[in-house]
């Protein structure tokens, strides 16, 4: 489903994926309920404040990313699509301007394969932050993978 709505570019995207140890309905509520979202979204160190977190197809997510070095990042996003618990997509309207499709594939009963897009308009765009946010990805999913330790625990 997620190639036909969102055709693969490989010269204008940033892909990161990780295999998890939870459910992909647990792993799907770590990205849609804000309660656990905002204790791992963003790189190692970052919090998150969410102004606003209306999670349907044109709900809106309004943040401020906190960094520990580098100061406040102000985000802005619209969901375009949400398939439970298969897929979640949003575009955002703050720099860098670019579209996330994120998948959950069931692996097996208890691990999920989750594959993050992040699709920009051009390969310029694309290039200009890949160098940096390939790694930082890897610290947002390693945060995850924390996120989900707790919400394995509790179920």
């Known amino acids: ?7 693969q570019h490989p010269e204008r995207e940033i892909v990161c994926i990780r295999t998890v140890d939870a459910t992909r309905e647990k792993a799907f509520s770590a990205w849609s309920n804000p309660d656990h979202l905002k204790n791992w979204w963003g790189p190692a160190g970052f919090t ?4 606003e ?23 802005s996003c ?7 618990p298969e897929l979640i ?7 860098p301007w670019f579209r996330v499709v994120a998948t959950f ?9 989750i594959v993050f897009r992040q699709i920009f308009d051009t390969p310029e765009a694309c290039n200009k932050i890949k160098p940096f946010v390939t790694d930082k990805n890897e610290e947002v999913f390693d945060r995850l993978e924390n996120e989900l330790l707790k919400i394995n625990a509790v179920s």
Do not use: C
């Not at 489903?1 to 055709?7: I, N, Q, V």
């Open 89 to 95: 997509a949003w575009k955002r309207y703050s720099q």
């Open 78 to 84: 619209e969901f375009t699509h949400i398939v439970y």
């Open 105 to 113: 594939e069931p692996v097996s009963p208890e691990r999920t394969k």
């Open 48 to 51: 998150n404040t969410f102004k």
């Open 1 to 7: 489903m997620a190639t036909e709505l969102f055709p």
């Open 53 to 75: 977190f209306d999670f349907r197809v044109g709900g809106k997510w309004d943040f401020i990313m906190h960094s520990p070095v580098k100061g406040n990042f102000v985000n």
